[in-house]
């Protein structure tokens, strides 16, 4: 059982580039979610989605979009990287309970 | 948002030692959950609390929601090796709906040899 499946694990990317991080989950959750991980503080959700077909913006949404796929696959885009963007980015899952995490993306942008 | 507050930011001790860490919220949580991270993974679910003044176990670890629901309190007890790692708190404010979770700025825990 994978879990939540996040890809890649590291990047770096150009200013001004664009890329899509991937996230799949096999638990048949019916919530998603994107956060990003910042020396000194702690986990910031950037977008989630409480169920397929729907998204939300959490608390520091500027420069993302997401698509939920289908139930399993939830997309993370970045249309045109900043450097304030470099970060670790994690995905998550659950059901009613509290959240289970991939292992991360490790976004350089220079 | 919310604020919590982590502390300490990090620990050094010696294997064999306790270890205790807390977070304290300026708002009332209805849920507290410890989580840890490995270097290079995701956090992991530890312990979760539900109801207030509420003592949990798992192994070697107790975690503790405050009577005030505005805190919450782990300990490790005789550290080994593996425990290093990064713990965070996190606080709900309702059941269910976790968009809602508020995440501590992390307990840096560091084993000196």
């Known amino acids: 059982n994978a879990g939540v499946t996040q890809t890649p694990k590291f990047q770096v990317l150009k200013t001004g580039q664009s890329m899509t991080l991937q996230c799949a989950q096999d638990?048949?959750?019916?919530?998603m979610y994107w956060y990003r991980q910042d020396p000194g503080m702690g986990l910031r959700l950037i977008y989630y989605?409480?169920?397929?077909?729907?998204?939300d913006k959490g608390e520091v949404p500027n420069g993302y979009n997401v698509s939920r796929l289908n139930k399993r696959e939830f997309s993370l885009r970045l249309e045109s990287a900043a450097p304030s963007q470099t970060s670790v980015y994690f995905c998550?899952?659950?059901?009613?309970?509290?959240?289970?995490f991939g292992n991360g993306t490790r976004l350089t942008v220079t | 948002g919310q604020q919590l507050n982590q502390s300490p930011q990090s620990m050094f001790i010696q294997e064999g030692e306790d270890v205790s860490m807390n977070c304290t919220s300026s708002?009332?949580?209805?849920?507290w959950l410890w989580y840890k991270q490995d270097p290079g993974e995701g956090p992991v679910l530890l312990i979760a609390l539900y109801k207030a003044g509420e003592l949990t176990s798992n192994g070697r670890l107790t975690a503790q929601f405050g009577i005030t629901r505005k805190d919450s309190f782990l300990n490790i007890s005789a550290s080994i090796p593996s425990d290093v790692g990064i713990y965070f708190c996190?606080?709900?404010?309702?059941?269910?709906?976790?968009?809602?979770?508020?995440f501590g700025t992390g307990t840096r825990l560091t084993i000196i040899p």
């Open positions: 998550a899952s659950s059901v009613k309970s509290p959240l289970h």
């Open positions: 989605s409480a169920s397929e077909g729907t998204t």
């Open positions: 708002s009332i949580f209805n849920t």
């Open positions: 996190a606080g709900l404010g309702s059941p269910f709906g976790n968009e809602k979770l508020t």
């Open positions: 638990m048949n959750h019916n919530s």
